[in-house]
């Protein structure tokens, strides 16, 4: 992986930018001491270099899907990828990472009614050819979810780890 | 229970505008929308205010030196999950800490520059916290989807 040089002044726009994308960079500028022009420079870069993506984040009340769930998925070792991707495309799935543990698949579920949570779960992804077990946490409270920090990638969609 | 916030469909179009350029100005997207630019601005500050929308720069992994991610369950004794959850939250590599039903009291997702960090975190830093039993790291091999623009969002 490329090491990727950062400066003190890109530090503090990812910082600031990060907590709010709507700011004018003439605020931005003025705040950190510097010219208008280095901030739009600078933000420039950021972006070509696929550091930074400005993104709008909208909670869950907005799809109607108001709760989280974790599955831990047991399935098949050497088709594990091919699994991945046939759960990733089931509906209410927003997440799938393949792990190293207990558990080969991670996915990450939301839904509003136990129903649908049961469907996806128990009906749809335990009857996938290759998936052997489900375990399913349904996260009864949020302390941190930290969604300013993902993969970018060149089509300027945000996605998963790997490059 | 939080009462439900209500979306109308101006109020999605300005999100559909927004996750494709957070940094469009309130009036390119009035005029996109055939609304005014004071309707825009109102309408995203009352989403705001609501905890139903951040409109932000999110950064790369690379940005902040991490190269891999992880799952880790924890089982918790002796104290109120609860407390535990806080404690591990505080982690700046900590990006999720949720509260769980099932075998495990807790479940974080955690960000890491390089194995070093694997066991300077695991052993000197989780393991000191008060009420955690076990710990079941998971390591992330690949990630297929990982959508994150829906997400709890905190005030």
Do not use: W
């Amino acid at each position: 992986m490329a090491t990727i040089q950062l400066d003190d002044l890109d530090r503090q726009l990812i910082e600031q930018l990060g907590r709010d994308a709507r700011v004018s960079n003439r605020k931005i500028a003025a705040e950190l001491g510097v010219t208008e022009g280095t901030v739009r420079g600078r933000i420039k870069r950021l972006q070509q270099e696929r550091l930074i993506a400005f993104t709008a984040i909208t909670g869950l009340e907005m799809e109607a899907k108001s709760r989280l769930a974790f599955l831990s998925i047991q399935a098949d070792v050497d088709n594990v990828r091919a699994i991945g991707r046939q759960i990733s495309e089931l509906p209410l799935i927003n997440g799938v990472m393949i792990t190293m543990g207990q558990f080969n698949i991670l996915a990450i579920c939301l839904f509003d009614e136990l129903d649908c949570l049961v469907n996806v779960a128990s009906d749809k992804i335990l009857s996938l050819p290759g998936v052997h077990h489900v375990e399913t946490s349904i996260a009864v409270k949020t302390f941190k979810y930290n969604t300013r920090v993902a993969r970018i990638t060149e089509d300027g969609l945000i996605t998963g780890l790997n490059r | 229970m939080t009462q439900k916030f209500n979306f109308d469909a101006t109020d999605r179009s300005i999100v559909e505008l927004l996750r494709h350029n957070g940094r469009a100005t309130n009036q390119q997207i009035a005029e996109k929308l055939g609304l005014t630019a004071t309707t825009v601005s109102s309408r995203i500050k009352r989403m705001e205010d609501a905890n139903q929308l951040r409109v932000v720069a999110v950064s790369d992994f690379a940005a902040h030196g991490f190269s891999f991610l992880m799952e880790v369950a924890i089982e918790v004794d002796g104290r109120p999950a609860s407390e535990v959850a806080q404690e591990l939250a505080a982690f700046p590599e900590v990006f999720a800490v949720h509260l769980v039903t099932g075998r495990y009291e807790i479940d974080m997702l955690v960000a890491l520059r390089d194995f070093d960090d694997l066991s300077h975190l695991l052993l000197d830093k989780f393991s000191q916290i008060h009420g955690i039993r076990s710990m079941t790291p998971a390591i992330v091999v690949d990630i297929i989807k990982y959508q994150f623009d829906i997400a709890p969002i905190e005030a």
